[in-house]
């Protein structure tokens, strides 16, 4: 088994074996993609495809995990192929900031255009009820009237839990650089654990706005913008809290060196940028 430091030298870029993870991830999206079409018309059956396309998906994810940490342990991958991991996850985060900068920009254009533009002398006479403010208090469609989510309580507290996720990341990040497994392993799990209580507190508060505030994705603006943005970021901080349980797994198995640990800044970086999204979410959304 070729060494780390020799697969560093390689002069060829790796190729790998043909492989079939793609054909069963393809399954996959299939049944769940089936199964959802079904589910959506009211088919009972749409929900056992979707249940088989998810169990084939994750299958497909273990199985090809698999080949690649295989791969790297093994001492296939050279300096090229380092690159271009890196430059790969690079535009993925950058897609991802593409991904938040459109509801970032929705909620701009509601905010700062549309609304503002409704209370006009024109719009005056069609709704002269129209009150330009935000959130907007007006009940929409005759329902019961809901309440904003004020941004002191679970979601500050929300914040915190983010901020203190990223300092215990960096830490164990640079505990890996000096080969410190013990300081290394205790604070990857501290940063896990802390993802897992965001998402527990997020879940309290959607509960509480459903309950006890009627805010819903029916709303009106408001409603549907706030679960979209805070939702799609929640299932962002999963995917990285996925990402880093799986580091720590291969932590607790011997896995990554100091100087060959790419797959661990990875899972850093996406965990640093949900991170930052968190915080300009919550200004933009429940603070201002």
Known sequence: MASHHAAAHQPAYFVPEPSKWPLVGAFALFFIGLGAAMAVNAVNTGFYSIALGAAILIYMLFGWFGDVIRESEGGAYSKRVDVSFRWGMSWFIFSEVMFFAAFFGTLYYVRVISVPELSDLTHKLLWPDFNAVWPIATAPNGSEPYEAMKAWGLPAWNTAILLTSGVTLTIAHHALLANHRGT???????????????????????????????????????????????????????????????????????????????????????WHFVDVVWLILFVFVYWL
């Open 184 to 270: 290394l392993k205790l604070f990857l799990a501290a940063t896990v654990a802390l993802g897992a209580l965001f998402l527990g507190l997020q879940v309290q508060e959607y509960h509480h706005g459903f309950t006890e505030m009627n805010l819903t994705l029916k709303s009106g603006v408001y409603g549907a913008t706030f679960y979209m943005m805070t939702g799609f970021h929640g299932m962002h901080v999963f995917i990285g809290a996925l990402m880093l349980t799986v580091t720590w797994f291969r932590v607790m198995k011997g896995h990554f060196k100091p100087e060959h640990h790419f797959a661990f800044e990875a899972a850093a970086w996406y």
